[in-house]
């Protein structure tokens, strides 16, 4: 058989030809596009046009129905008041594979999305009053949330537009260990509806890695703080983690600036002799299976019922 049209060997009407007659095309897409990526789409804004396009194009894509379309591609190029697209279809017409390209464009309006809107005008939904070591570039902020940073004494104050955003800040300083406290304020009505203002005050910790606490019957030292913290058994030197929810309410023993230096002056199969460096006394320790050599330099742990060799 030849197309009848331009007499190309086939079966029937060619696909060239038939897409001739029955163009697969786009119909008219409009949206607004604001400068951080977000845009408009039939009243509703979405974020980041660039990984949409696709989705957008294929809502609006008109194709015969004697066309199977199995893939599509877009290339697109922006400018100032549309978005220019190269589309690349492929797919089945009469049974046989087709690969095809076609022009199109998408009328685009600039305008400031309700988040830019927000940062341009100083509106702020929560305030971080963030009191901690870390310098904030370690705390990867977003900037699409953040409309203002004061330096106070002891820190910094980050007001940002999205209560959901500070909280998740305040989640991830919760699982390490900080002191985290959230206060609202009532600040006045929309819509019927109260609107508060959040306050999140974030910080340090009141035990670090390298500190000594009483959880339960046992004193750990902190090795490596998270949500679950690497810990040590002073007495048995057994490691494991334990919930950084359940260390908040153990008692801390010692810092880790409080450990002394000693020095080994007697091993015995029973005792173990060590002079505290610091105030020139003796203690005797019983010996459990300590590997301990005379003159070895060591860290003591003292608390007020025991001496603990580290």
């Given at each position: 058989?030849?197309?009848?049209?331009?007499?190309?060997?086939?079966?029937?009407?060619?696909?060239?030809?038939?897409?001739?007659?029955?163009?697969?095309?786009?119909?008219?897409?409009?949206?607004?596009?604001?400068?951080?990526?977000?845009?408009?789409?039939?009243?509703?804004?979405?974020?980041?046009?660039?990984?949409?396009?696709?989705?957008?194009?294929?809502?609006?894509?008109?194709?015969?129905?004697?066309?199977?379309?199995?893939?599509?591609?877009?290339?697109?190029?922006?400018?100032?008041?549309?978005?220019?697209?190269?589309?690349?279809?492929?797919?089945?017409?009469?049974?046989?594979?087709?690969?095809?390209?076609?022009?199109?464009?998408?009328?685009?309006?600039?305008?400031?999305?309700?988040?830019?809107?927000?940062?341009?005008?100083?509106?702020?939904?929560?305030?971080?009053?963030?009191?901690?070591?870390?310098?904030?570039?370690?705390?990867?902020?977003?900037?699409?949330?953040?409309?203002?940073?004061?330096?106070?004494?002891?820190?910094?104050?980050?007001?940002?537009?999205?209560?959901?955003?500070?909280?998740?800040?305040?989640?991830?300083?919760?699982?390490?260990?900080?002191?985290?406290?959230?206060?609202?304020?009532?600040?006045?009505?929309?819509?019927?509806?109260?609107?508060?203002?959040?306050?999140?005050?974030i910080k340090e910790p009141?035990?670090?890695?390298?500190?000594?606490?009483?959880?339960?019957?046992?004193?750990?030292?902190?090795?490596?703080?998270?949500?679950?913290?690497?810990?040590?058994?002073i007495v048995t030197k057994?490691?494991?983690?334990?919930?950084?929810?359940?260390?908040?309410?153990?008692?801390?023993?010692?810092?880790?600036?409080?450990?002394?230096?000693?020095?080994?002056?007697?091993?015995?199969?029973?005792?173990?002799?060590?002079?505290?460096?610091?105030?020139?006394?003796?203690?005797?320790?019983?010996?459990?299976?300590?590997?301990?050599?005379?003159?070895?330099?060591?860290?003591?742990?003292?608390?007020?019922?025991?001496?603990?060799?580290?």
């Amino acid at each position: 058989m030849f197309c009848p049209k331009c007499g190309k060997k086939g079966y029937g009407l060619c696909i060239d030809c038939f897409l001739e007659e029955n163009p697969v095309g786009l119909r008219d897409i409009k949206l607004s596009l604001c400068t951080c990526g977000n845009y408009l789409y039939r009243g509703r804004w979405s974020k980041n046009i660039t990984d949409s396009i696709e989705k957008v194009v294929e809502k609006n894509l008109t194709v015969p129905s004697e066309i199977k379309l199995e893939s599509m591609r877009i290339l697109p190029k922006f400018r100032s008041d549309r978005i220019d697209l190269e589309v690349w279809i492929s797919g089945r017409y009469m049974g046989e594979e087709f690969r095809k390209r076609f022009n199109s464009y998408i009328k685009i309006r600039r305008r400031e999305c309700p988040d830019c809107s927000k940062l341009s005008s100083g509106y702020y939904e929560a305030i971080i009053q963030l009191r901690i070591k870390k310098p904030l570039t370690d705390l990867n902020l977003d900037p699409r949330f953040v409309s203002n940073i004061k330096k106070v004494k002891g820190g910094f104050d980050i007001y940002v537009t999205s209560t959901r955003y500070a909280r998740q800040i305040k989640k991830k300083f919760d699982n390490l260990g900080f002191r985290v406290k959230e206060s609202q304020k009532l600040i006045g009505k929309k819509k019927g509806k109260e609107v508060y203002r959040t306050s999140i005050s974030i910080k340090e910790p009141d035990f670090g890695e390298g500190d000594f606490l009483r959880h339960n019957k046992e004193i750990i030292q902190i090795l490596r703080l998270g949500k679950r913290t690497l810990c040590r058994d002073i007495v048995t030197k057994k490691r494991k983690t334990i919930g950084i929810s359940s260390l908040k309410k153990s008692k801390i023993i010692a810092k880790r600036s409080d450990l002394r230096e000693g020095i080994v002056t007697l091993v015995s199969p029973k005792e173990v002799q060590i002079l505290d460096l610091q105030d020139n006394e003796t203690y005797e320790i019983k010996n459990e299976n300590m590997d301990l050599e005379l003159g070895q330099e060591i860290k003591i742990l003292k608390t007020s019922r025991n001496i603990y060799i580290l």
